[in-house]
């Protein structure tokens, strides 16, 4: 009777015993003294284990545990564990144009104090999306820009000259689709692919080089502008690319630079880290030249990549933001945030060895990549819009392109759209 | 020993002593966690509901029914319920019926009877994801089931990037994993069937088929109500197709209710709207069941 009594409070004690030991996991601090920041992003674990490692060697004592996210799901995860006030995320990565709703949503910890150290230390203008109601909330680790990718053996099958690198002979959309044809009857099985398809960091700048704005009134940041006839036109191109064969349906981003590495593909729009996976592939000869525009439009490019937040809530916050100063503002950490994954770093003293590094990267075909990359930021990039609404804007948005990929009438899908982004932004008001 | 706890001990006897005290206590661990992961949530969604947060003012405020009246007049919840009834509607009858047939089946003596059975059985033990996945690559423009069908001459379709033909996609997905299932429990109903009312029946000159329709078919109903009953709020909940397969398209062609929920709460990150909708999905579910239970017991 004792001794079952005793194995009760054993078996009691032992219950109480695991979830305290679990609470005191989840605080973070390892039983010999480390503290473990907890950090979420869309990423490949290898591409950040150089940065984690520098930090860890220049912080001894502080660990960095990352827990890898798909890229569709990170604002469903983060609008999960968040609105959770959930401890255990303590630095997450940040789309720039979500600063905004993330911010208002109390999201952020408010990093006005490194503004100046910011400023300083990150590339002219790369700071401007980290902005919310006139305070930085986040600290931008990398950009981008596009390139116009082409094929150069299904080119020359099909007797097309290759685009030039030079800005300045910048071909339009309408020349590129041409091409892309005639490339397609020599026996491409595609002509012309996009990366990130049917998201609007990609689409964008189709619409805004013909002069129809962002989509969101520049006046009213919950108001939808994405039925002028800009909008209608440019997305009826976007249509009709699908509708003619000229890029598949049914594939889903990740596959698109796959069909171009494998030769499948005449001409690819995509970012400077396909630089890395093309050069990666030995049979496959390629190019690249400046992003098209649409004639009679104005050449405008996509830019902004990631930027890193801290939780508020977060049990090693302090900590994390020591771990978002070494990636954002040391150029050590910088540059081993892109040892492995060639993307743009934003920091200012990181960029120019990154820029050498494009040049060199793909040989012959990617000579002259910094410099074009160079001229893109400065003169055509554009950001995304800032708006409180900008979640619910790209969610509608990006399923209102994939619908006109797969043959929805192009006029009417927008004004949908437009009907239930006033629906969706009607209710943060 | 305190008089507090000299009062507690005969309490705790009296208990212990008797059966329905007893069964309490082997039951509480269940009704905790009902208590805590069913009663709980579901009181916490009816009172979220009643609010809105303004993200633009940084708000809660009390709205009442509002989100309620917000969801009646939202053409995207239109279309999710009316997408979700079709849904309901078309798959339920046919997995309970595919389920049957399977059942009655591999019900009898055949050879290889449990490997087949096994077979049938398999999909529900893959993860609805790792499923899903499997068939987005077969549903693709050039995926193995175009591969198929232009062998026999049929055109290649396009499937999940229709609006015509996602639902149904996802209908033979959601039907792949789940006959098996229900198929085990209409199985374990047949070997409850009385043989003898089976040889008696037989030796009054019943046929086969009337065999099956006037004999197993009235034994099988308490298994037949749980499947029914089951499936159909399982049916109900589907999510992880959509999510993975079509997230909601093309055109809301595959926005089921339980999608539209979460993609309110967690894409959109209005809760209190999502809320109302987890309300309305429980009502819902609540009649179309106890309907059920009822057309099922009058006919007891």
């Given amino acids: 009777m004792s001794q079952s009594g005793l194995s009760r409070r054993r078996l009691l004690g032992l219950g109480a015993a695991l979830p305290a030991a679990g609470a005191l996991a989840a605080c973070g601090g390892g039983g010999d003294g480390t503290t473990t920041i907890q950090f979420v992003a869309p990423e490949d674990p290898k591409n950040l284990e150089p940065v984690i490692r520098g930090f860890e060697r220049a912080n001894p004592g502080v660990r960095v545990k990352y827990t890898p996210v798909p890229f569709d799901r990170v604002n469903d995860v983060l609008q999960a564990r968040l609105g959770a006030k959930d401890t255990e995320i303590d630095v997450f990565a940040v789309d720039p144009p979500r600063v905004s709703a993330l911010a208002a949503r109390k999201f952020l910890r408010d990093l006005s104090g490194y503004r100046e150290q910011v400023r300083r230390d990150v590339l002219p203008g790369q700071d401007a999306p980290s902005y919310f109601r006139g305070r930085l909330w986040t600290m931008p680790i990398w950009s981008s820009t596009q390139f116009l990718y082409y094929n150069v053996d299904l080119l020359r099958k099909a007797g097309i000259e290759p685009p030039s690198s030079d800005p300045a002979a910048r071909w339009t959309w309408e020349r590129t689709v041409a091409a892309a044809r005639k490339a397609q009857k020599a026996g491409a099985q595609y002509g012309l692919l996009f990366d990130q398809t049917d998201r609007y960091y990609q689409l964008q700048v189709l619409p805004a080089s013909l002069g129809g704005g962002s989509g969101v009134s520049p006046h009213d940041e919950l108001t939808p502008e994405i039925t002028n006839p800009a909008w209608v036109k440019a997305m009826r191109w976007y249509h009709d690319l699908f509708a003619d064969g000229l890029a598949p349906r049914g594939v889903s981003p990740d596959q698109m630079n796959v069909i171009f590495s494998s030769g499948h593909a005449a001409f690819f729009v995509g970012g400077p880290w396909d630089v890395g996976v093309f050069s990666a592939v030995t049979k496959l000869r390629w190019g690249l030249a400046p992003h098209p525009y649409f004639a009679g439009g104005r050449p405008v490019t996509p830019t902004d990549s990631w930027g890193w937040g801290v939780n508020p809530y977060g049990a090693n916050a302090d900590a994390g933001l020591r771990f978002v100063r070494y990636a954002a503002l040391t150029k050590a950490g910088s540059l081993q945030t892109i040892a492995t994954n060639p993307i743009i770093p934003a920091n200012a003293a990181a960029f120019p060895t990154y820029r050498r590094e494009l040049d060199r990267q793909g040989g012959d075909a990617s000579a002259g990549a910094g410099a074009l990359m160079d001229h893109e930021l400065r003169h055509t990039a554009i950001h995304r819009p800032r708006t409180i609404g900008y979640i619910q804007f790209e969610d509608i948005m990006n399923k209102a392109f994939a619908d006109i990929r797969n043959g929805a009438e192009p006029a009417a899908r927008l004004r949908s759209a437009s009907s239930a982004l006033v629906s969706a932004w009607g209710q943060l008001r | ?300």
């Fill in chain 2, 1 to 300: 020993m305190s008089t507090r706890e000299k009062a507690r001990k005969p309490a705790l006897t009296r208990i212990r002593h008797s059966p329905a005290g007893v069964a309490l206590l082997f039951l509480a661990p269940g009704l905790l966690f009902l208590l805590v992961l069913r009663v709980a949530p579901a009181i916490s969604a009816v009172a979220s509901s009643l609010f809105h947060y303004s993200l633009l003012h940084d708000t809660t405020s009390f709205v009442g029914l509002d989100n309620y009246r917000t969801l009646f007049a939202d053409s995207d919840f239109h279309h999710a319920v009316l997408v979700t009834l079709v849904f309901n509607v078309v798959i339920n009858p046919v997995q309970i019926a595919i389920s049957l047939a399977l059942a009655v089946l591999l019900n009898q003596k055949l050879a290889g009877v449990r490997f087949w059975r096994a077979l049938v059985f398999l999909p529900i033990a893959v993860p609805p994801a790792v499923s899903a996945v499997i068939w987005d690559v077969a549903f693709q423009p050039n995926g193995l089931i175009n591969a198929f069908l232009r062998v026999i001459g049929v055109p290649a379709q396009p499937f999940l990037t229709s609006s015509d033909q996602a639902l149904w996609s996802i209908m033979i997905l959601c039907s792949w994993i789940g006959v098996g299932y229900w198929m085990m429990f209409l199985i374990s109903g047949l070997q409850d069937v009385p043989a003898s009312l089976q040889e008696a029946a037989q030796l009054d000159g019943a046929n086969g088929w009337q065999r099956f329709w006037r004999v197993t078919f009235p034994m099988l109903r308490r298994p037949l109500a749980f499947v029914l009953v089951a499936d159909t709020v399982s049916n109900f909940l589907v999510f992880a197709p959509v999510q993975i397969l079509t997230n909601g398209g093309p055109e809301n062609a595959t926005n089921l209710v339980m999608f539209d929920i979460y993609r309110r709460a967690f894409t959109l990150g209005n809760m209190n709207l999502a809320q109302a909708e987890v309300v309305l999905l429980m009502l819902v579910t609540l009649v179309v069941v106890a309907v059920q239970f009822r057309l099922l017991r009058s006919k007891e």
